[in-house]
């Protein structure tokens, strides 16, 4: 993980904790536990657990990681 921008922009803050929903996906969440698509940067992937992905490194891809209850666990950028 890139130490020297360890919150990520700010979006450790804004997404760990919270589920990633479509923009027309329904919900009975409140709006401080979720975050909808269309608000993530356009570079991203989100990673469920034990999910498979490339090695290629890109600097300004925001990684998502989610955990089994699909919420975010962690960010980094890579």
Not at 3 to 26: A, P, Q, S, T
Not at 44 to 54: A, I
């Amino acid at each position: 993980m890139n130490n020297n921008n360890n919150d990520c922009d700010g979006w450790r803050d804004k997404l760990v904790g919270k589920k990633i929903l479509k923009d027309n996906e329904e919900t009975a969440l409140s709006s401080d536990q979720f975050v909808r698509e269309s608000e993530l940067p356009k570079l991203r992937r989100v990673l469920p657990p034990n999910g498979v992905m490339t090695m290629d490194y890109r600097p300004e891809r925001l990684n998502i990681h989610l955990d089994h209850n699909q919420k975010v666990q962690s960010v980094n950028f890579g």
